[in-house]
């Protein structure tokens, strides 16, 4: 019996010695070796039909095999890990020499970029930023702007109305321009006051170079007691900007013109970048690129807004950011600005 406990350890030493260094292989040799029911444990069981003598020194002898193998497996399950981590780190090679692949940065639209920037710069002369909603009601859009429901401005900016999405259930409207904020801030605010709202508006325009159905605004006003804002202040504060903003590369014009909240009216007008003033398509023959409209705020706007005519003065201006942003950087077609292309937007 002794002889077979040895030979039987014997031939499990061979096998392990001779078999792989892979932890599966292992983990299978010990349930067929040492587990509940593997070789050398079963031996044990056989204890109970020797003669009672030699017990003792058959079962030290099968726990001594046991022990022998158990302890040539865990050398063999060290080595195991041992090469298993060097294959891995092997064929896992890293070389932390070669230059990194760059990657690409988001950046800001150019039309945020230019909000901010117009923003900054009436910022500096004490403009401080407001906003309203989109989605307007007729009242601020127009009628508290002077722009009753049979003035023909009202029609010519082609609105997109909501059936039943004003207050009370009224028409709403998709904001034709950011002047329905003047009248928000006018009724909320107390005088003095020198207010910007940048944002998107809405129109039924058909897209071209110029045109967009929708495009963005900021919107200016200062308003203070009669006497104290002047149009020289509207003329000076719109060439202070121009300047800021163009440098003296492009000439500014203003051009009499009509609102329904302003009187005096006047649109401002910045010389072509494409032609230089000379006329091209883009600035249709005429040499300049409007870029906003302005003037002394109404009487009728003071009324509306609950500001006594008589004692209150201001001046008011919205312009369009896709314009100014095409003048300032040389874009030719608006349309660049929603396409998307990568290529165009990493130019800013
Ligand atoms: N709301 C006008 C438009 O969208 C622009 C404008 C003109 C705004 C005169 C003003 C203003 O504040 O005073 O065309």
Redesign the pocket.
């Known amino acids: 019996m002794i002889e077979r406990v040895e030979s039987l350890g014997a031939a499990a030493l061979a096998e392990l010695e001779a078999g792989p260094l892979e932890e599966s292989w292992l983990a299978d040799f010990e349930v067929r070796v040492l587990g509940k029911k593997g070789s050398l444990t079963l031996l044990l069981r056989e204890t109970g039909s020797l003669p009672g003598p030699e017990r003792p020194a058959f079962g030290a002898k099968v726990n001594a095999v046991k022990a022998a193998v158990q302890e040539r497996l865990g050398e063999r399950r060290a080595r195991a890990a041992q090469a298993g981590l060097a294959a891995r780190l092997e064929a896992e090679r890293l070389d932390v020499t070669l230059p990194g692949r760059p990657l690409r940065w988001g950046g800001v639209h150019p039309l945020t970029r230019m909000t901010w920037e117009i923003c900054d710069i009436f910022g500096r002369l004490g403009f401080n930023v407001e906003g309203g909603p989109e989605l307007e009601d007729e009242f601020h859009n127009f009628d508290a702007l002077n722009m009753p429901a049979d003035h023909p401005a009202r029609d010519g900016m082609d609105s997109y109305y909501l059936e039943g999405a004003g207050p009370g259930g009224a028409r709403g409207v998709l904001r034709t ?1 950011t ?1 329905s904020v ?1 009248v928000r801030v006018l009724r909320r605010r107390k005088l003095p006051l020198r207010m910007l709202a940048p944002g998107r508006v809405y129109r039924r325009d058909a897209a071209d170079a110029t045109h967009g159905a929708q495009f963005h ?1 900021v ?1 200016g006003l200062a308003v203070d007691r009669f006497g104290a804002v002047r149009f020289s202040d509207l003329k000076g504060t719109l060439e202070a900007f121009a300047r800021l903003m163009f440098g003296r590369r492009l000439g500014v014009r203003l051009r009499p013109s009509h ?1 329904g ?2 009187e005096p ?1 006047v649109e401002v007008d910045v010389q072509c970048f494409q032609c230089q003033g000379s006329g091209c398509a883009l600035c249709r023959r005429s040499g300049y690129i409007e870029v ?4 002394m705020v109404h009487p009728g706007v003071f009324r509306a807004c609950g500001h006594d005519p008589e004692a209150t003065a201001g001046f ?3 312009m369009g950011v896709e314009r100014i942003a095409m003048l300032r950087w040389g874009i030719p077609d608006i349309r660049l600005f929603t396409e998307n292309d990568p290529r165009f937007l990493a130019q800013f």
Not at 292 to 295: H, I, L, Q
Request: charged share 5%.
């Open positions: 321009h002047s003047q605004q919107e609102f909240f302003t009216s906003m409209g302005a003037g008011a201006f919205g």
